[in-house]
């Protein structure tokens, strides 16, 4: 019989995570092992994990230093990964969100020949209050994508609604150090085996605060969005046979990447035009309107010197 594992990831979350393992509890489907991993907490967040371990089948890993969230979310896959059989579940767990009572027994149930499987979440405040009845529709987040927006660094995989095959753990771990977000990387390796399936059932209730992890945040610098893109895209080459990648996937990552690479160099970069308004429903794929097509494109060629000294971008 199959078991589903959650993978927690827990940093100074006192104020929330009792709400959240309280909404473990009351799972209709219950977990068979919780790895939560602490990175280094300096509030009372493991001791209400050894509280609820009397109740919950929690097992606790404290980090000695803080190592962020992508990292203790490796950390927690690489014990589910030893613990692991045939047939096996992996959720992932924020320790501030609220899981809805039949959100394993929903994705458990629908996930079928998928790799993995998603659904929505209402939007809460800090006080639990719905602000908004779709995560995913809030976000722009589609149900669907092709592979080469995975490659261009759109996710539509939010990893605590999701519940995917542990197998997939043979394939995607170590996550390499060129991941910013884990499910990105899932995602990835999920669409390239059997798939990824969206549902529109809501599982989670997902809270917005000043101190999310990921959520909806400012923008980022200009420099450091081209740093990211350039460390995701050099990644996916070095992996490109691990993944695996067609060579028609490498040429498209190849090109992109050195499209960043000049863009941190030059002032513009105006020989990829053609090649971004030819891709621009891959590398804009959440943009609706060719107005907004247009417009990025565009400033897809501008380069980090001319945004600097011209538009006052950082």
């Known amino acids: 019989m199959s078991r589903l594992f959650i993978a927690l990831a827990t940093y100074n979350g006192e104020k929330y995570l009792e709400l959240f393992l309280r909404s473990l509890i ?27 371990a009397k109740t919950l089948p929690i097992q606790i890993i404290r980090q000695k230093n803080n190592q962020g969230h992508r990292a203790s979310f490796e950390r927690a896959l690489e014990e589910i990964h030893k613990q692991k059989l045939p047939g096996d579940f992996v959720a992932l767990a924020d320790q501030d969100d609220v899981w809805l009572p039949n959100k394993l027994f929903i994705l458990n149930q629908k996930i079928k020949e998928a790799d993995l499987i998603f659904g929505d ?4 405040d800090e006080e639990g209050n719905v602000i908004h009845s ?7 987040i589609s149900p669907s994508q092709p592979f080469l927006a995975h490659i261009a660094g759109i996710n539509n995989v939010s990893g605590c609604l999701s519940l995917f095959k542990a197998d997939l753990l043979d394939d995607l771990l170590p996550i390499p150090k060129g991941v910013s977000v884990h499910d990105r990387w899932l995602a990835i390796f999920a669409e390239k085996r059997k798939g990824v399936k969206a549902i529109s059932d809501l599982v989670v209730q997902y809270r917005l605060h000043e101190e999310n992890a990921v959520g909806l945040k400012k923008n980022s610098s200009m420099a ?3 740093l990211v893109n350039i460390n995701w895209l050099k990644m996916l080459i070095d992996e490109a046979n691990r993944i695996p990648l067609t060579k028609d996937e490498v040429t498209f990552t190849t090109a992109l990447l050195d499209l960043q690479m000049l863009r941190e160099k030059q002032m513009l970069v105006p020989s990829y035009l053609l090649w971004v308004w030819g891709n621009r429903n891959i590398l804009f794929f959440n943009s609706n309107s060719l107005k907004e097509k247009i417009k990025k494109t565009l400033f897809s060629v501008v380069g980090l010197p001319f945004a600097r000294q011209f538009l006052r971008k950082s």
């Not at 979440?121 to 809460?124: L, R």
């Not at 779709?134 to 722009?140: D, G, I, Y």
């Open 26 to 52: 009351d799972q209709t489907l219950k977990a068979d092992q919780i790895i939560a991993v602490d990175d280094a907490s300096s509030d009372g967040s493991v001791a209400i994990l050894e509280r609820y």
């Open 121 to 124: 979440a209402e939007v809460i």
């Open 134 to 140: 779709s995560w995913r529709s809030l976000a722009f």
């Open 224 to 226: 450091h969005s081209i």
